[in-house]
């Protein structure tokens, strides 16, 4: 792993959904990190402190991504984690924003958001 690329933790139990994320992102050079569930996410989170980005779904085995989000806020307060939801209606955008998360990216994922997200969190990133 190299550490001067951009690191991103994707958290997402969906191998099909993954790959995509994969493929979405080939365009930037970044290092890429995958955990299968909740727990693996945050032992990721506090075995990699250099992972500058974190996307979290919402469902997932062991611990779901709000859980997720809870623990590695214990640890790390900073990092951008963007919450993936099928349900990013607005009360449950709200209650995603209000559980530690940064933003959210609504599923299906528009490679368009996507793209700007991880643009906007890496230029946050290297001017920091």
Known sequence: MKESKFTVLIAEDDEISFELYRIRLEQFDLNLLHATDGQKAVNFAKENPQIQLILMDIRMPVLNGYEATEK??????????IAQTAFAMIPEQKIILQSGFTDFLSKPIEEERLVNLIWKY???ESSA
């Not at 590695?72 to 984690?81: C, H």
């Open 122 to 124: 890496m230029k946050t």
């Open 72 to 81: 590695i806020r214990e640890f790390n307060k900073t990092v951008p984690i």
